[in-house]
Nanobody
Framework: QVQLVESGGGLVQAGGSLRLSCAISESLYSFHAMAWYRQAPGKQRELVAA???????NYGDSVKGRFTISRDNAKNTVFLQMNSLKLEDTAVYYCKASGYDGVGNWGQGTQVTVSS
């Protein structure tokens, strides 16, 4: 079974930066795409950023220009660099690995809290 472990969350002041990591138990080449999602209290889970096996990226409108997704294929790890953090970025951030068969695998999530 695929395992995804997120890390790097925490408490940060508005305007600050955090870098999230997602370590996967299998080669990243096993998956069509890797993505970060987030879910704030009382809200639906939303896509933050995604990167395909070919390196194409996609970002949610609210994070464009501030967040960057990247992958280290050698370390089976995906990163999310978050800059210029805002109060509304507060959420639990989840990593997702999407297989070529359409099956998605999720991590347990990591909390990001942005304070004023």
């Amino acid at each position: 079974q695929v395992q995804l472990v997120e890390s790097g969350g925490g408490l940060v002041q508005a305007g600050g930066s955090l870098r999230l990591s997602c370590a996967i138990s299998e080669s990243l080449y096993s998956f069509h795409a890797m993505a970060w999602y987030r879910q704030a209290p009382g809200k639906q889970r939303e896509l933050v950023a995604a990167v395909t096996s070919g390196g194409s990226t996609n970002y949610g409108d609210s994070v464009k220009g501030r967040f960057t997704i990247s992958r280290d294929n050698a370390k089976n790890t995906v990163f999310l660099q978050m800059n210029s953090l805002k109060l509304e970025d507060t959420a639990v951030y989840y990593c997702k690995a999407s297989g070529y068969d359409g099956v998605g695998n999720w991590g347990q999530g990591t909390q990001v809290t942005v304070s004023s």
